[in-house]
């Protein structure tokens, strides 16, 4: 078991940035895929990025360029940087973390945190 627990939201203008964090309660090291997701009102979660244990990225369309994926195994914590935010980027942001044993896939999630973009 992995307890997550996000950090960094809040309310921000167009064109602002934020940085989110995500600390887990032990090594992340081990873990295949860890990402970001997130769910404005009214709508499904949707990835918004992810990085695996070899440091490879994936963002969705909608934010490349402007977020940026990072991981720090020293101290248990990925995070997501939010550059040139714009009010679409409204949503709880999730943490996710996988991890593939076998054929088994084990999947953990923080809490959220909500970002709001707005003047």
């Known amino acids: 078991q992995v307890q997550l627990v996000e950090s960094g939201g809040g309310l921000v203008q167009p064109g602002g940035s934020l940085r989110l964090s995500c600390a887990a309660s032990?090594?992340?090291?081990?873990?295949?895929?860890m990402g970001w997701y997130r769910q404005a009102p009214g709508k499904q979660r949707e990835l918004v990025a992810t990085?695996?244990?070899?440091?490879?990225?994936n963002y969705a369309d909608s934010v490349k360029g402007r977020f940026t994926i990072s991981r720090d195994n020293a101290k248990n914590t990925v995070y997501l940087q939010m550059n040139s935010l714009k009010p679409e980027d409204t949503a709880v942001y999730y943490c996710?973390?996988?991890?593939?044993?076998?054929?088994?896939?084990?999947?953990?999630w923080g809490q959220g945190t909500q970002v709001t973009v707005s003047s």
């Open positions: 996710n973390l996988r991890l593939l044993v076998g054929n088994n896939e084990y999947s953990y």
């Open positions: 032990r090594s992340i090291a081990s873990f295949n895929v």
């Open positions: 990085i695996t244990s070899v440091g490879s990225t």
